[in-house]
C-alpha cells in the first residue's frame, strides 16, 4: 500500500502515483462503510435505520463522486502511457475496471438505489418471520426499479447486455452465455443424480443428534473450530445475524452466524463457510492493500474460497473424523457423534426450502431457481408480483417442494434481493464448481491430501490456497487466476466427478 | 430537520438553508464518526488499529473540510441579514461557533490529531492494565504536542487564554478564573467535610454485598434498570468497554459499562450515570435534529444529566428503596439489600484512587488534580513526564493517597488524555452543580418528589428535565438555559447544601 501510494524522490509515474493516491483514500472510506453496515446487519437497534440510512447513503454518494471524480480520466489516460511495473499495470486495469462501473451511473441513482436497499432490507428483517409478502413487495419494487436502472446504464457503458453489466460487477469477464451454458448441463444431470443419491442413502440410515445444544457451548465450538482453520481473532470476530456474511475489512474481518437450539450443524457449518471467506479477506495481499489490485478475484472465486471450506474440505469424512473428538467435548458423548455417522448426517441429500441449509447437491437447484427469476426480472420480462407464483413452479420441478403461500422460506428467504444485489447468485454455484476444481489440483499435487486432513494436518490445503489463490486476489483476471492455480480454464466435470466420487461410491 | 433543510417553495432565506443543508450533510458524516468510534472502544480486535485509525483520519480530515467550505464565510455573512425566526437564528449562532472553531485548525492538525489520539487511545487499552508508563509517555507527548498547537491556534482565534479555548469546545462560555473561583472555594469546604462524614459513617458501618454477582445476572439488572429510568431500547444499546461511555447518535444511543463478577454496584451505578446522558441524547428535539441546534448544551450540562441520574436520583434514599427487591431479585436475599443499608453503602464517602469510582463528595478532588495539571501541560508549563509526581503530590494532598508507581490506578486511569480531550474534566463537577440546581429547583416546585420517587414514579424527575433541559437543546446559552430552567445563574451553594443535607443530617 504504502509503496504504492507514495514514491520516494521524483516518480517516473506521477499520474499513476495520483490515482493510487485517490484509491487509497477510497479504501479508507470503504472501511467505514464495511464497519457500519456490518453494525447495520447485526447491533442496531431498529429505531437507528432511518439515521443509519441517510448515512450510508450519504456515504455512498461521497464514494460514488470520489470514483468518478473529473481528474481520474487525464490520468487514467496519462497513466496508460507511464513506465509501469507489472503490478502497478495490473492495479491500473483494476482502477480502471472500478472507474469505467463507477462512471456509468450518476451520483443520484447511487444515492437512491442505497436507500431502497437499505429501507428493503431493513424492513425485511422483520416482514421475513411475519411471512409478509404484501408489505415487502412494494419495497422490493422500488429497489427492482433502481436496479433495472442501473442495469441499462452500466449496459449502455459497457455494451453488455443488462443481466451481463449487473453480472459483471461480481463476477468480471462471467456471461449469461457462460452461466446457461453451464447451468443448462446442471439440469441435465441433476435430478436424476438427486434421486440415484436418495434411494442409495435411504438404504444407509443417519442418526440425528440429539439436543438441546446449548447455545453459549455452540458459541464456544464455532469459535474452536476457526481457530483450528487458522482464523486469526486479533483480525476479526465472530457475532450473530439473521442472515450470516462475512464483511469487515481484511484487517479486520466479521463474520456472523445464526444459533437455535435445537440445532448446532447450521451455525457450524455456517461458521466453517464464512471461514473460508473470512480467510481469504484476511490473507489479502499486505504489501498491496488500499489498491484495487489486492480486492479478492470475484465473488465467485470468493465462494470457491467459502466451500473449499465448508464443502470439500468441511464435510469430507476426513475432516469430520478430526470434528468428532470436538463434538463430544462440546455436547457430550453420543452414537451420531461417531465419525461415519457423522459423515451421513453432513453428506445427507435432502430438498429443502432454504438455500443456505441445502446440501452441495441440491444447492445448485436453488441457484438456477434464482438465476432464472433475476434475469428476466432486471431485464423487466417479469415483475416482483409474479415472482411467488415462479418460484413455486420452480421448486415444485426443480426439487419436488411446494413453497405456495409460504414466503418466509420462499422467495423472501435471503438479504440478496432486498440488498439490491442481482447478478449475484450464479457466483454461489460457479464457485461450488471452482473449489472442486482446487481440490482436484491439491489432491493430483499432494496425494497424502486427505490422509493429511485426517490427521488434523490442513496445510495442504491452506498453503494452495494462499500461494494460488489469496496471494494472487486480483492481479490476473479470472481466467488466468484459474489457469495459472490448475492449469486450465473453469471445467464443470470437476463438480459432477466431486459428487459422484462423494455421494456414489 | 427537514423544515430546517429544505424550504417550502421560494425561501427568503437563501443563505442561511444552504447552511442548513451543509450541516445536515455533517451531521450524518458525524453518524458515521459515532459508530464507528463506539465499535473501535467496544468489539473492534486489536489488529484492526491501523487500518481503523487511518479511516477514521481521513473521515475528521473530511469533516474538518466540510465545516470550513470556503463558501460558508459568505453563507454566514449572507444568513446574518436575512429575516429568521428565534430558532433559524439560535441555529445560526451555533452554526457559526462551529465554524469558527473549526476554522481556526488547518486540516493537516486536525489529522494530526487524531491520528495521534487514536494510536494514544489505542495503546492505552493494553498499557495501562501493564501499568506501563514507560511506553504510554512518548505516546501521549504527541498527543500533548497536538494538544498544545491546537489551543494556540483555537486562542489566537477567539481570544482566549490557550486553556479557555479549549475549554470552550466542551463548556462555551466558561473560563478558567470562573473554575477557579468555584474550585477554590470547593478545595476550602471539602477536605473538612470528607473529615467530618468520614468520622459519622465510622459509627454506622454499612454490611457489604456478598459475591459472586454473575455477570449475566449484573447484565441483566442493568438494564432491567435502564428500562426502569425509560431509556428506549429501540433507540439504543447497552454494551461493554474498558472505559465507560456514551457515544452513538441520538436516534441510537450507544451506552457501554464494564462488570466484575465481585462487584455489581460498580456496573449497575455506571450504567445509572451513563444512563442520564443516554435519555439526554434520546430526548434531543426530533424537529431540529441534524442541525447544530439540536446539540447538547455543554459537557457540564450532559454531565449535569448523568449525575441527576446516578448521584442525584440514583443514591438517594427514596430510589434505593425501590431497587432493593430488584438486587434481591436478581441476587438472592441478604441483609446488605436491605434499603438503609443500600443507603449506607452507595452514599460511603472514602477516598481511592479511581475517579469513575468515587463517591459524589471525594469525586471534586479528582477533578480539581486533573484540572490543575492539563492546564500547565497545556499552556506548556508542565512537561508530560513531570505528570506522576505531581499526580501523587495532590493525592496525597487532596485525599491522603499515595499512588507511587501506581500509574494504572493512577495517571493512566482515564481516556481523556490518550484521546486528547484536553478542557473536558472540570465538566464533570461544574454538572455536579447543575444536578444539585436541578434538583433543587424541581423539589420546590414540587415538594411531594422524594415522596413520589419512592413510590416508583420518577415523573417528577423526567418531566422536569425533559421540558428544562433536554428541549431546550443548545437553544439558549448555557447561562441562558440555567436562568430559564432555575430561576437564576450557577449557583455552587446548591451542591453544598445538598452534600450537607445528604450526608450530615
Chains 1, 2 share one sequence.
Not at 69 to 78: N, T, V, Y
Not at 114 to 122: G, K, M, Q, T, V
Not at 271 to 286: A, S, V
Amino acid at each position: 500500500m504504502r509503496i504504492l501510494a507514495y514514491s520516494r524522490g521524483v516518480s517516473n509515474h506521477p499520474a499513476y502515483d495520483a490515482l493510487a493516491a485517490a484509491f487509497l483514500r477510497i479504501y479508507r472510506f470503504e472501511h467505514l462503510q464495511a464497519i457500519v453496515s456490518w453494525d447495520h446487519s447485526t447491533y442496531m437497534p431498529p429505531n437507528g435505520n432511518e439515521a443509519r440510512a441517510a448515512a450510508l447513503g450519504e456515504l455512498a454518494a461521497l464514494l460514488h463522486r470520489l470514483r468518478t471524480a473529473p481528474e481520474l480520466k487525464d490520468q487514467l489516460a496519462a497513466a496508460e502511457g507511464e513506465s509501469l511495473d507489472d503490478i502497478q499495470r495490473a492495479n491500473l486495469r483494476e482502477i480502471t475496471r472500478v472507474w469505467r462501473n463507477s462512471n456509468a451511473l450518476p451520483e443520484e441513482l447511487v444515492v437512491a438505489s442505497s436507500l431502497a436497499a437499505s429501507r428493503c432490507e431493513h424492513a425485511w428483517r422483520t416482514l421475513r418471520p411475519a411471512n409478509d409478502w404484501k408489505t415487502f413487495a412494494p419495497l422490493l419494487r422500488e429497489v427492482v426499479t433502481c436496479v433495472r436502472r442501473e442495469a441499462e446504464l452500466l449496459a449502455k457503458s459497457t455494451g453488455l447486455s443488462k443481466y451481463d453489466a449487473l453480472m459483471d460487477r461480481f463476477e468480471p469477464g462471467m456471461r449469461a452465455a457462460e452461466v446457461d451454458r453451464v447451468f443448462g448441463a446442471v439440469k441435465q444431470w441433476l435430478p436424476g443424480l438427486i434421486r440415484e443419491i436418495r434411494a442409495r442413502q435411504a438404504k444407509q440410515p443417519a442418526i440425528a443428534a440429539k439436543g438441546p445444544f446449548p447455545i453459549a457451548a455452540q458459541r464456544a465450538l464455532c469459535e474452536r473450530v476457526m481457530k483450528l482453520l487458522a482464523f486469526d481473532f486479533d483480525a476479526g470476530r465472530l457475532d450473530v445475524s439473521p442472515h450470516p456474511f462475512s464483511g469487515g475489512v481484511p484487517e479486520d474481518v466479521r463474520l456472523t452466524t445464526r444459533y437455535t437450539d435445537d440445532d448446532f450443524a447450521g451455525s457450524l457449518m455456517g461458521t466453517i463457510h464464512e471461514t473460508g471467506h473470512g480467510r481469504y479477506e484476511q490473507n489479502r495481499p499486505r504489501a498491496w492493500l488500499g489498491q484495487p489490485i489486492s480486492e479478492a478475484r470475484s465473488m465467485a472465486i470468493h465462494e470457491s474460497q467459502s466451500l473449499s471450506f465448508e464443502m470439500q474440505l468441511g464435510r469430507s469424512r476426513a475432516f469430520l473424523g478430526v470434528l468428532s473428538p470436538l463434538l463430544i467435548e462440546a455436547f457430550g458423548a453420543q452414537p451420531a457423534f461417531e465419525p461415519d455417522n457423522l459423515f451421513r448426517l453432513y453428506t445427507k441429500v435432502e430438498p429443502g426450502y432454504i438455500r443456505v441449509d441445502a446440501d452441495e447437491v441440491t444447492y445448485p437447484a436453488h441457484v438456477i431457481l434464482r438465476y432464472e427469476i433475476e434475469r428476466p426480472l432486471v431485464e423487466g420480462d417479469l415483475e416482483v408480483d409474479d415472482i411467488p407464483a415462479l418460484w413455486d413452479d420452480k421448486m415444485q420441478s426443480l426439487l419436488g417442494i411446494d413453497t405456495r403461500g409460504n414466503f418466509t422460506n420462499g422467495p423472501m428467504q435471503d438479504v440478496h434481493w432486498p440488498g439490491g444485489a442481482f447478478g449475484y447468485f450464479p457466483c454461489y454455484t460457479l464457485g461450488a464448481m471452482y473449489a472442486a476444481q482446487w481440490f482436484a489440483t491439491m489432491r493430483a499435487k499432494r496425494p497424502s491430501l486427505d490422509a493429511d486432513i485426517a490427521r488434523g494436518d490442513f496445510s495442504g490445503v491452506f498453503d494452495w490456497l494462499q500461494a494460488n489463490i489469496w496471494e494472487q486476489a486480483s492481479r490476473y483476471p479470472t481466467d488466468e487466476l484459474c489457469r495459472r492455480a490448475s492449469g486450465g480454464p473453469l471445467d464443470p466435470a470437476h463438480f459432477k466427478t466431486h459428487l459422484e466420487s462423494r455421494y456414489l461410491t
